[in-house]
């Protein structure tokens, strides 16, 4: 088993792909790792392949629907009561649905999974974060420069787009990223956001059938993209990097600080996203 450094990960949609490539290399660092899954069946295929690839006996498994906010809430209090710290925590997870979905809280699910499930997680570990700092969290985004309609974060009025859909959730990652980091600062708990970049994914594997033009696009394109492995280079690089301590509030692409989309830079455009999330999660602000 590799030396444990002391120090805890919690990484979501760990079982597959980017995830499952960030937590091995954590492992193989010595990091104590703690990885969620929907699934116990491949949650648990993978927690045995991420031990032997890393040669560490250290990684765990907690299981919840991240498009659920009761079972969000679960994994918080599951976490707290098996585990003292949290040094690292990467929001990870993240979906495309090809029609329009609800979550069990009747929320769009592509704004559930990809930003509120963030949104919500991170407040429900932020004391734990605080008490294990100097502490990092980590957001997985997408550089796609578009913008969320603010009046419409559901789709409620618009005829669904799926892929547009999925953009927005995004952009909301990074909306949420710059102010929490404005909301956190001088707390020794940094937040930033990483493009993996374009790579090999299971993105909306499990979100209903597939489009015939996107499956035979996945077809032709998939062995020219990037592995795993190369994007979690990218994600390991924000969560681990020495002469990142102490920076938050940044978006990142390869190991360079990049431009993120002009409306996550718009003081009261992420202050409406927060409030919108606020609303949507039950959260409340005073918890920052």
């Not at 929490?180 to 790579?199: D, E, K, Y």
Request: charged letters at 20%; one cysteine or more.
């Amino acid at each position: 088993m590799t030396n444990l450094n002391g120090k805890t990960a919690l990484i979501t949609g760990a079982n597959s792909g980017l995830g499952q490539a960030t937590a091995i290399e954590l492992a193989k660092r010595g990091w104590h790792v703690v990885m969620v899954a929907r699934s116990r069946e491949r949650g648990e295929a993978a927690q045995r392949e991420i031990q032997a690839a890393s040669g560490s006996s250290a990684v765990e498994l907690l299981l919840a629907d991240l498009a659920s906010q009761q079972a969000i809430r679960h994994l918080a209090l599951a976490y707290k009561q098996q585990y003292r710290h949290l040094h690292l925590l990467i929001n990870n997870v993240g979906n495309s649905f090809f029609t329009r979905q609800v979550s069990p809280d009747g929320i769009e699910m592509s704004l559930a999974v990809n930003h509120l499930a963030a949104f919500l997680l991170t407040h429900l570990l932020l004391d734990t974060l605080r008490n294990s700092a100097p502490a990092r969290i980590v957001n997985v985004g997408t550089r796609l420069n578009t913008a969320m309609d603010l009046d419409d974060l559901q789709w409620e009025r618009r005829h669904y787009q799926g892929l547009a859909a999925y953009a927005q959730s995004k952009v909301g990652n990074l909306h949420f990223t710059f102010e929490l980091a404005q909301r956190l600062s001088g707390s020794a708990v940094t937040v930033n956001c990483v493009h993996p970049g374009v790579f090999r994914s299971n993105l909306g594997k499990n979100a209903g059938p597939t489009p015939l033009w996107m499956q035979i696009a996945e077809t032709l394109g998939r062995p020219f993209l990037a592995p795993a492995e190369k994007a979690a280079e990218r994600v390991l690089y924000v969560a681990t990097a020495p002469e990142l301590d102490g920076v938050t509030g940044k978006y990142f692409g390869n190991r360079v600080e990049i431009a993120p989309p002009p409306q996550t830079l718009d003081a009261a455009a992420r202050a409406r996203v927060w409030v919108s999330s606020e609303r949507l999660t039950g959260v409340q602000s005073e918890r920052v």
